[in-house]
Structures are given as structure tokens and as C-alpha cells.
């Protein structure tokens, strides 16, 4: 045997491992990434209404000097953050009204980016995407989304 036909067994073996490997790897359930995708964002944004209802002032204090929201008083752009803050996300957690949840804080990203921290884009982009993934591909299986649509189908089908 040659040398050149060693090398290209070789390389035939490693590119067979890697097919295998990616085959294993394709049959992931995307419904344990959609759960994690879930939790992962609605976390951040969680965190961040807790910060504002735990400290009032603080989170007002911010949005005067800091964040400087157009449009809205500090008092109520606090507010009405911590309340998008501390409600959408567990609807994320369960994955109930998923798609319709991914909206709001796909427009808080938007106004962040924005006005207040326009170079804070990767954290912006890998938030956004995986809303955008959510809003697109829905929340998998391990949601209620999807236990209550198959609920009514299983209600049409005795129909």
C-alpha cells in the first residue's frame, strides 16, 4: 500500500467519524434547545425587572440619567418596564402565548440599542435572535402552546 492510499484511508475514516457524528447530533431534540432558548432569554429579562421592582428609586434614578428613554417620563418608563420585565418572561418560562411574547421584548431590545446603549449590539443580536427564533419556529413541544394546541385538535378531530 502507498503512502497516498494510507493518507486517503485516513482521511475517508475521518470524514465518515464526522458524518456519524453530525447524524448523532441532528437527532438532538430541538424542543430541549427551544425550552433552553426560553428560559435563557426570559432569565435576562427577568433579572432586570427584579432589579427595578426590588429598588424603585433606583430603576427611576436610571432611566433619568442614564437609559433617557424619548418620550416617556422616567417614572413610567421604569414602570412599565419592570412590569414587561416580570410578566413576559414567564410566559417564555411556560411557553404559553410564546410568539405573541417574543414581541414586546423584541421592541425593548430595538429601544435599547437605540437610545441607550447602541454598543451593546452582540448581546442585543444573540437576545434578538433567539427571539426572532422563537417568534418564527414557536416554542417546541415541552410548552403549553403546545400542549393546548394539540388539545383542540384532538377536540376538532372528535368533531
Not at 426572532?132 to 410548552?143: A, D, E, K, M, V
Amino acid at each position: 500500500m502507498s503512502i497516498g492510499a494510507s493518507a486517503l484511508q485516513r482521511d475517508a475514516a475521518g470524514i465518515a467519524w464526522f458524518d456519524r457524528a453530525r447524524e448523532w447530533l441532528v437527532r438532538f431534540p430541538l424542543s430541549i434547545l427551544q425550552l433552553a432558548m426560553r428560559v435563557g432569554v426570559g432569565a435576562v429579562f427577568f433579572k432586570a425587572g427584579l432589579l427595578k421592582y426590588n429598588s424603585p428609586e433606583f430603576a427611576v434614578l436610571l432611566f433619568r440619567d442614564e437609559y433617557q428613554v424619548p418620550l416617556l417620563a422616567p417614572e413610567t418608563a421604569a414602570r412599565l418596564a419592570m412590569i414587561n420585565e416580570l410578566t413576559i418572561p414567564v410566559l417564555l418560562f411556560l411557553g404559553l402565548a410564546t410568539r405573541l411574547a417574543t414581541l414586546p421584548l423584541l421592541g425593548m431590545i430595538a429601544v435599547i440599542q437605540i437610545f441607550v446603549y447602541p454598543n451593546a449590539w452582540t448581546d442585543h443580536l444573540l437576545w434578538g435572535s433567539i427571539l426572532l427564533f422563537l417568534l418564527t419556529r414557536g416554542p417546541g413541544t415541552l410548552s403549553l402552546d403546545y400542549v393546548i394546541a394539540r388539545a383542540f385538535r384532538s377536540r376538532a378531530s372528535r368533531r
